[in-house]
T-cell receptor, first 109, second 114 residues
Framework: SQQGEEDPQALSIQEGENATMNCSYKTSINNLQWYRQNSGRGLVHLILIRSNEREKHSGRLRVTLDTSKKSSSLLITASRAADTASYFCATDGGGKLIFGQGTELSVKP | GAGVSQSPRYKVAKRGQDVALRCDPISGHVSLFWYQQALGQGPEFLTYFQNEAQLDKSGLPSDRFFAERPEGSVSTLKIQRTQQEDSAVYLC????????????FGPGTRLTVL
């Protein structure tokens, strides 16, 4: 069973636009992570935000965490065609990662 | 440095055959994880090793699935008497020390059971 739900399931934008993906989860967490998966490839770790943090930045990525609402969002600014991929949030379930179903992002040049 | 590697990258098996999937973690990483990813879904946890000890196998779907890491480095996931529902991508990940450290994933093995 999966912990979280991502919203939207699919997102199509033009290059240069911002992309926002949301993740909701069910149980209390120590941290929440975002991963990217290009078609047919493994997962690449993007960013980790701890439960006592509210916002974190890494390059064009901005992640927020609201533990009271059990939700997180990933913002990709100034998107590029190379950002086309599936994005997953994952929560720490006693060491193992519990993933959502992912958001499929398509960035059109 | 080298990342996590998995072999084979693709495996086609006839229903009822046994398969073995290999994972080479990043050198020195203590923790190793196996996940199963069905088409269009997020990965689901199968099992976790700390060195050679299998600390959690709660995600293994049946007793046909078996994983080992005898020397605390390379790991093998074995599936006996494969069924069509076993068709998925099997991902291996490793992390430096604690299971809560960032996990680094391999490219996965895509298993198709006919």
């Amino acid at each position: 069973s999966q912990q979280g739900e991502e919203d939207p399931q699919a997102l199509s934008i033009q290059e240069g636009e911002n992309a926002t993906m949301n993740c909701s989860y069910k149980t209390s967490i120590n941290n929440l992570q975002w991963y990217r998966q290009n078609s047919g490839r493994g997962l690449v770790h993007l960013i980790l935000i701890r439960s006592n943090e509210r916002e974190k930045h890494s390059g064009r990525l901005r992640v927020t965490l609201d533990t009271s609402k059990k939700s997180s969002s990933l913002l990709i600014t100034a998107s590029r065609a190379a950002d086309t991929a599936s994005y997953f949030c994952a929560t720490d379930g006693g060491g193992k990662l519990i993933f959502g179903q992912g958001t499929e992002l398509s960035v059109k040049p | 440095g080298a990342g996590v590697s998995q072999s084979p990258r693709y495996k086609v098996a006839k229903r009822g055959q046994d398969v073995a999937l290999r994972c080479d973690p990043i050198s020195g990483h203590v923790s190793l994880f196996w996940y199963q990813q069905a088409l269009g879904q997020g990965p689901e946890f199968l099992t976790y090793f700390q060195n050679e000890a299998q600390l959690d196998k709660s995600g293994l779907p049946s007793d046909r699935f078996f994983a080992e890491r005898p020397e605390g480095s390379v790991s093998t996931l074995k599936i006996q008497r494969t069924q069509q529902e076993d068709s998925a991508v099997y991902l291996c990940a490793s992390s430096w020390q604690l299971s809560t450290d960032t996990q680094y994933f391999g490219p996965g093995t895509r298993l198709t059971v006919l």
